[in-house]
């Protein structure tokens, strides 16, 4: 007798595994369904595989659940369908200001357009099924969505704004470019204007905008503190921690334990020492060196947050679900609550706490010639400063180097220990990009009162060598025992790039050694190389841009700018969830335990994805910040250097006030100016004016936009900014000066008439080019590698 059909589901014993009542797997349903050749009604279906009353509700879910993912869809006549056949395209939505959008395909695939009508039944985020319905008039392929699988959007942060007696909201985050209709009474009684949180109670469809009901009023747009509230909520960030991790974190000793000292060496003899920024409260890493021999030994005592937080429990949830903390300007939003943060996991100075130790011997010649890991429990000796730190070394005679006397010999032994791992640095070959981080110094009101350079000096680059000698010791082990990882991959230039960065080097008479498959010292050779010449900012940037950001994938890759054939992070457990996997991983492998092999890619995504996040919140309230900040600039005049390209204009950042804008291609002057991405500039078609990547530029400030946080410039009357009009080509240059003979005497005379009068200029742009070199940088350095 042949068996019913519902039994020869192949993976029936999986599904009797997981569930008491099993149902027809996801795989057998589209097996059946494909079997039967046609579109199948709901209850056809139910039928074919004879579902009983009491099962019709789970599997009605789990046909539900196969919709959302993209595995069948229903047609206009309710019948069950197989994407695959129907040539449609699974992705999510990527909204544009301006009204159009993309469909970003699961697949991978080319992006396609969305046009304003297509958008209109959708918003930023959701997920869709679409169908390509041809090429738009810029030859991009072009979707119409057919159905859509997923709302991203349950609570949308805005402005309230009252039309004609109409009350809306408007998103803050401009990829939504609908304004969602507020009904009478629901208003909660914001005033216009008014910041407000949302809760969108009917989507958007071809003929209807969103509607929705104000939940929260926050306040008013300017209050103190505002634009990191809006952040959180727009960025979709967790601020406030669940109860049950509250509950947790109460339970934890307030202080390390005998019981907890079990397993552990005790180093609590050796002067470890932490070394942060002035504003820093969580402190990961302490360090401690010696000479051993004619090498040194260096330990790095990293916090013990695996002690505590355990894979699965409410604080490792909460955990995971933030990715890292958050450091906004005078706030900080932890990974973990801050009884482990800034108190029990922290190596506060004068207390036990325990840690896992990276103890390396290193050579001579900067190689780590054996390392050891192992849980310990130490005891900080001393919170120290980047600044105190530098003076003691610079000045050993001085007033704070005698308050730590005791420990002046072991921080010598460690700037003698950086000197040499900084020499290996150089012959390993990584890139060395300059850069300038900025501060920002507030007011009473919470507001931009100015915005100072941050100097890195030896203290900051002695912990950032030794962070670096660790997470690559940590690398090694897992790797070494084949254990699963997270490694901190950053990957070359992509052929295209590559071959941009080559034309745009060209131009200057200049090339990048290394073929197809350049490394990273063929870049530092040429950083080497341009290091002293006027233009090098503008090329370190081009080299810069021509890289890929740096993800976590546990497929390791290496890590192309530091140079690192494997790298991973290790350092920084309390602030990043990636640092404390690799904690759990390396305890795994000490105790001989059985590695946990599944769901690294997943973890991998979810971790670069909360850095991105994080990355971007903190640039949204740092750009909002500075326009506040120039909104009692309007009308004044300011030097800078062009630091972004586009086709509608170009961005300055400012000299001294570490702050950008834009002009507008329609400022540029009377011409029709194309933008050339591979030279990264834009050239006028009539005059031949150039305005490139890292010219000097003399700006207006013309307006100020706090709800967009744009500041938009104009040129100043004054054009005698360097590098500004039709200057030759840099190879060709020398092809244009004077000639001696004929005419060089008139020249010459003209020159020495002058040379008083340029005299001024010539001092004041020495000046600038010192403040060239800026970048604003949120966080330590250290922590981005």
Not at 150 to 177: C, D, P, Q
Request: proline letters at 5%; aromatic letters at 6%.
């Amino acid at each position: 007798m042949k068996k019913p059909l519902r039994l020869q589901d192949p993976y029936l014993d999986r599904e009797r595994e997981t569930y008491a009542n099993p149902l027809p797997s996801r795989e057998f349903i589209l097996q059946v369904l494909t079997a039967q050749g046609v579109p199948v009604r709901g209850e056809g279906l139910v039928e074919l595989l004879d579902i009983g009353e009491e099962e019709l509700d789970f599997f009605h879910r789990r046909l539900r659940a196969m919709e959302r993912d993209g595995q069948i869809m229903r047609n206009r006549k309710n019948a069950l369908c197989i994407v695959d056949k129907l040539d449609l395209i699974k992705g999510r939505v990527e909204g544009h200001a301006d009204g159009f959008g993309f469909l970003a395909p699961d697949d991978g695939s080319s992006d396609l357009f969305l046009s304003p009508k297509e958008m209109r039944q959708v918003l930023h985020g959701d997920i869709v099924m679409a169908r390509e319905s041809g090429m738009d008039r810029r030859g991009r392929r072009e979707g119409r969505i057919v159905e859509v699988l997923e709302r991203a959007n349950r609570r949308v942060i805005g402005r309230l704004l009252v039309e004609h007696g109409i009350y809306m909201g408007v998103a803050e985050n401009k990829r939504i470019n609908q304004d969602i209709l507020i009904p009478a009474g629901a208003d909660m009684g914001a005033a216009p204007g008014q910041v407000i949180i949302m809760e969108i109670i009917e989507q958007p469809s071809r003929h209807a905008q969103p509607i929705g009901r104000v939940v929260e009023v926050l306040g008013n747009y300017t209050d103190p503190g505002m634009e990191i509230d809006i952040a959180l909520r727009k960025y979709d960030l967790p601020r406030i921690f669940p109860e049950e991790v509250n509950t947790l974190s109460s339970k934890l000793p307030k202080k390390v334990r005998k019981m907890d000292l079990k397993g552990r060496e005790d180093i609590r003899h050796l002067p470890l020492v932490t070394i942060d920024g002035e504003t820093a409260r969580d402190f990961d890493d302490a360090v401690y060196c010696e000479k051993q021999g004619r090498g040194y030994r260096l330990l790095v005592a990293i916090a013990d947050v695996s002690h505590y937080v355990q894979p699965e429990d409410a604080l490792d949830k909460e955990a995971l679900l933030r990715g890292n903390s958050i450091y906004f300007p005078r706030r900080v939003i932890p990974m973990l609550p801050e009884a482990l943060s800034n108190g029990l996991c922290s190596l506060n100075p004068q207390v036990d706490r325990l840690c896992m130790a990276c103890d390396m011997i290193v050579s001579a010649s900067g190689a780590i010639k054996s390392y050891r890991f192992y849980p310990t429990v130490i005891f900080s000796h001393a919170r120290l400063t980047y600044t105190e730190v530098a003076d003691m070394l610079a000045h050993p005679e001085g007033r704070i180097a005698k308050q730590h006397g005791a420990l002046l010999p072991h921080l010598q032994q460690l700037h003698r220990l950086f000197n040499v791992l900084l020499k290996a640095r150089a012959k390993r070959g990584a890139i060395d990009f300059e850069t300038i981080e900025t501060q920002m110094v507030f007011n009473d009101q919470g507001k931009i009162e100015r915005i100072v350079p941050v100097q890195r000096n030896d203290a900051h680059r002695l912990i950032e060598e030794c962070m670096l000698a660790a997470n690559v010791c940590a690398s090694d082990y897992l790797q070494t025992h084949g254990h699963p990882a997270l490694y901190r991959i950053h990957e070359g230039p992509t052929a295209e790039k590559l071959e941009n960065l080559r034309q745009f080097l060209n131009e200057f008479g200049l090339g990048l050694s290394g073929g197809d498959d350049p490394h990273a010292k063929d870049y530092a050779k040429l950083l080497a190389k341009i290091k002293d010449r006027p233009d090098a900012q503008l090329l370190q940037t081009v080299m810069l841009r021509s890289l890929q950001q740096a993800v976590y994938s546990p497929e390791n890759t290496g890590h192309f700018g530091l140079a690192y054939e494997s790298y991973t992070h290790f350092t920084s457990p309390i602030r990043r969830y990636p640092d404390l996997l690799i904690h759990r991983a390396i305890k795994t492998v000490l105790q001989g335990k059985k590695p946990h092999t599944g769901g690294w890619a997943e973890l991998g995504v979810r971790c670069s994805m909360t850095e991105r996040r994080a990355d971007e919140a903190t640039r949204s309230v740092e750009n909002w910040l500075k326009a506040y900040f120039m909104q009692d600039k309007l009308g004044e005049s300011f030097y800078g250097t062009i630091s972004g390209v586009t086709g509608f204009g170009v961005f300055v950042a400012l000299d001294d006030i570490y702050a950008e804008g834009l002009v507008h291609i329609t400022d540029l002057g009377n011409d029709y100016f194309h933008f050339d991405p591979a030279k990264y500039q834009l050239l006028g078609e009539r005059s031949a004016r150039r305005f490139r990547l890292g010219d000097r530029l003399h700006v207006k400030v013309m307006r100020v936009d706090l709800e967009t946080a744009r500041v938009d410039f104009a040129l100043a009357a004054d054009l005698s900014a360097p590098s500004v009009g039709t200057a030759p080509s840099p190879r060709r240059a020398a092809e244009r000066q004077p000639a001696a003979g004929k005419g060089a005497k008139r020249k010459t005379a003209l020159a020495k008439k002058s040379k008083e009068k340029a005299a001024p200029e010539k001092a004041r742009r020495a000046t600038v080019k010192k403040t060239a070199k800026q970048k604003t940088a949120a966080g330590r350095k250290r922590n981005k590698a």
